[in-house]
């Protein structure tokens, strides 16, 4: 009888308790809060560092677990073989340059001058096979010679009217100078073979391997000696500043936060300390199909999938680890996303 009577207050004793946890539930689900509180882990982006050309790794200056800066030395190639391609598009240019320069220089004065030489001499040429040309006609006529002797001093004559007529044009080309489509063709073909140097010169620098963003070095892939190519990383960066936090906001809560609205995020690694950060992406879409029609009670159990941008200036947020996230709600005006917190 005694234990019955026990296991009745007992009974008494756990509704009572119940029933206080339930109206302090309902009292707490229902108070007004001005701060939201959501719960993520922290992820962060990677980079995969390649060359941009082919070759075998002559130097690795980083190891994994190194900080790097941005525009930092990571690794180079073996640059001889660029170096002689740089060499030979340097000579090319050079030559052109100098065929270039001598079609806009024009024919030098001497050029003229033995144009013009050359012009007189055929005058003169010309002049003496008119006279034998007269003579020959005399005497044929006077049927001292045979008629073959005139033929050839009339063949003579012809040449020697055509050799001045060629005189003359090589003269005037001389006087002229080049012509202008010859300029213009040499003026291109400078272009290409500069533009072959400047080809050349990036691929030499792209024979050394720089950090893209600052980060660190989570994987060294290939080692010297090793042949690289642009499909093939040679080290996996991990960017981590800013993370973020990956992370659920309920379907209720949806319309209480807009992209780029302040936030807060805290660790039990570092309790007591809070890192500034903005939300920087809200899925447009449930992380579940919902059902064609849907009660009130299940729309609330739909979650969008939020991303929270950390600032983490002392590497403190690492991947993985898990968080809170507080988005305080009166008076968070959206910031600028291009200007985000870690920037100030």
């Not at 100078?177 to 040499?186: L, N, Q, S, T």
């Not at 140097?197 to 024979?207: I, N």
């Not at 379907?251 to 039990?268: P, T």
């Amino acid at each position: 009888m005694a234990i019955s009577k026990k296991k009745r207050a007992v009974a008494v004793i756990l509704v009572l308790a119940i029933g206080g946890g339930a109206a302090y539930w309902v009292t707490r689900a229902h108070a007004p809060t001005d701060v939201l509180t959501i719960y993520g882990n922290i992820d962060i982006r990677q980079v995969q560092a390649a060359f941009d050309d082919n070759g075998r790794i002559l130097d690795l200056r980083v190891q994994e677990g190194d900080r790097v800066h941005k525009g930092q030395l990571l690794a180079e190639l073996d640059p001889v073989r660029f170096q002689d391609a740089v060499a030979k598009s340097q000579g090319q240019v050079a030559a052109q340059e100098q065929v270039l320069a001598r079609l806009l220089a024009g024919s030098r004065p001497e050029e003229i001058a033995g144009a013009r030489a050359e012009t007189a001499a055929a005058q003169a040429t010309l002049s003496n096979a008119e006279i034998t040309w007269q003579r020959q006609q005399a005497l044929a006529e006077q049927q001292y010679i045979p008629k073959q002797s005139l033929d050839n001093a009339a063949a003579a004559l012809k040449t020697a009217r055509a050799n001045l007529d060629h005189a003359r044009q090589a003269l005037i080309l001389a006087i002229k100078g080049p012509r202008k489509e010859d300029i213009a063709a040499a003026r291109h073909t400078l272009e290409g073979d500069r533009a072959a140097l400047s080809l050349a010169q990036r691929e030499l620098a792209d024979s050394k391997l720089y950090a893209p963003a600052e980060g660190v070095v989570q994987d060294r892939i290939l080692e010297p000696g090793d042949m690289a190519n642009p499909q093939t990383p040679v080290f996996t960066l991990a960017l981590d500043n800013p993370v973020w936090v990956r992370a659920y906001l309920p379907e209720k809560s949806l319309g209480q936060v807009r992209l780029g609205m302040k936030a807060w995020i805290e660790s039990d690694s570092f309790p007591g300390q809070r890192f500034p950060g903005w939300v920087g992406f809200i899925s447009p879409t449930a992380e579940f199909t919902p059902k064609t029609v849907e009660t009130t009670e299940l729309r609330t159990e739909l979650s969008y999938r939020v991303r929270v941008y950390a600032c983490n200036p002392a590497h403190r947020l690492r991947l993985g680890m898990p968080v809170s996230v507080e988005i305080p709600l009166p008076g968070n005006i959206p910031q600028s996303l291009s200007a985000h917190p870690c920037a100030q």
